[in-house]
Every structure is written in C-alpha cells, then in structure tokens.
C-alpha cells in the first residue's frame, strides 16, 4: 500500500508569493492533518480535515489555509510568504479510529528568501 | 490543556547498551499515547502507541514504551541500541473523546548512538 505522498519535496519562494502544497494520504484515509515543523517551535498542528470538512485548527494567521477534496487528497495554501514561514511542512492521514496512529509523509521543506 | 515534555535534548548512548528516552504527559483523562521517529529529511514514523492495557508496549524495531500513571510518564525503551537507532524521537499525546486526530508532539529527543 503506498504511503502519504506529499508535492513538491522541496520549494524555494521569495517573500510575498504565495504557495501551495499537495498532499494524497494513504488508499482509505479520510482524515488528513498538516504539521509545521521548525528548528525554534518544533511540531505545531496547523489543521485538521475529515470528509472535505475543516475540524479543527491550530494557532496560525490566516494566511495559512487548506481544503480537502473529495477524494481525500489534500491542499495547503500559504499566502503572502514571510521568512519566518520556512519550514518542512508535513501531512499525516489516518483512519477514523481513536485509536489510529498518524502515517506522515516526507514533508515539503519551504525555503522563503 | 495538554501537553507533553521530553526533558533531553540528546540522549548519548554506546552501541549495545539499552537506552531510555524519557516523556512525560499532562492531560485530562485518560491519555492516548505515541512515540514517533523521524530520520534526516524524512517524515516521522509511527513506532508505538498505549491506548489502554497493558502498562508496558511492544512496538517497531524492538523498541518499548512503559506506561506510568502514577509518574504521568511514558518512556521508551530498547534492551540494546544499535548506531542504526540514531534519529530524532518524539513523543505524542492525543485528548481522547471528541472527533479529532490532531496531536500534541514533545520537542523532541536527538538519539546519538555510538559504535
């Protein structure tokens, strides 16, 4: 079975762009998370969707948003890029269980110059 | 509000001697647990998880994790190291009830092990 497949690997973007990142989780996870993970603030929860629907969300500006397709795939979007936005963007998905653990992919390293 | 610690930064330990990477938990109810490992530009792997049951978990590449209520703990173990252990771990904490997956990741632990 193949596993969460995150695009672009790697992405260099200049400040005031804006940028999207894709996500496909694993055949049959419908539940989709994004990660940021920094040097400075480690793992932090950007969001959450299930079945196309936002529920849940972290503590970030609204610059950062996403959806989910009905296929489960998913999409981050990044506006109005600041430096402080690099990082290695990670999606994780997992089955509707409490008791499922997050697969994750490789992540997006973001560089913002 | 949930939380989770790890209290080292690096861990240093000499190839064939067990190792202990340390958690500690702060949540309400009862906690889902998760240990994670990432390698160099790699995502993070699942390694175990405590959910209920048994106090001490069996998980990937021979490692453990023992559940301590009392000491709001949950460590992780491996009877001997290898250099190939060598990575960055995380533990998780997951609030159970309410329909969510989101996870709350310690700051991590660095792994050095030495040959």
């Known amino acids: 079975k193949a596993g969460v497949t995150q695009t672009p690997r790697y992405l260099i973007k200049t400040r005031g762009q804006q940028v999207t990142l894709s996500c496909s989780p694993i055949s049959g996870h419908r539940s989709v998370s994004w990660y940021q993970q920094t040097p400075g603030q480690g793992l932090q929860f950007l969001f959450e969707?299930?079945?196309?629907?936002?529920?849940n969300k972290g503590n970030f500006p609204g610059r950062f948003s996403g959806r989910q397709f009905s296929n489960s795939r998913s999409e981050m979007n990044v506006s109005t890029l600041e430096l402080g936005d690099s990082a290695l963007y990670l999606c994780?998905?997992?089955?509707?269980?409490?008791?499922?653990?997050?697969?994750f992919g490789n992540g997006t390293r973001l560089t913002v110059t | 509000a949930q939380s989770v610690a790890q209290p080292e930064d690096q861990v240093n330990v000499a190839e064939g001697n067990p190792l202990t990477v340390k958690c500690t938990y702060s949540v309400s109810g009862n906690p889902y647990l998760f240990w994670y490992v990432q390698y160099p530009n790699r995502g993070l792997q699942f390694l175990l998880k405590?959910?209920?049951?048994?106090?001490l978990v069996k998980g990937s590449y021979g490692f453990e994790a023992e559940f301590n209520k009392s000491q709001t703990s949950f460590h992780l173990k491996k009877p001997s190291a290898l250099v190939s252990d060598s990575a960055l771990y995380f533990c998780a904490v997951r609030s159970p009830g309410g329909a969510t997956n989101k996870l709350i990741f310690g700051t991590g632990t660095l792994l050095a092990v030495q040959p």
């Open positions: 969707y299930f079945s196309e629907t936002q529920r």
């Open positions: 405590y959910i209920t049951g048994d106090n």
């Open positions: 994780a998905s997992s089955l509707e269980s409490y008791n499922s653990p997050l697969h």
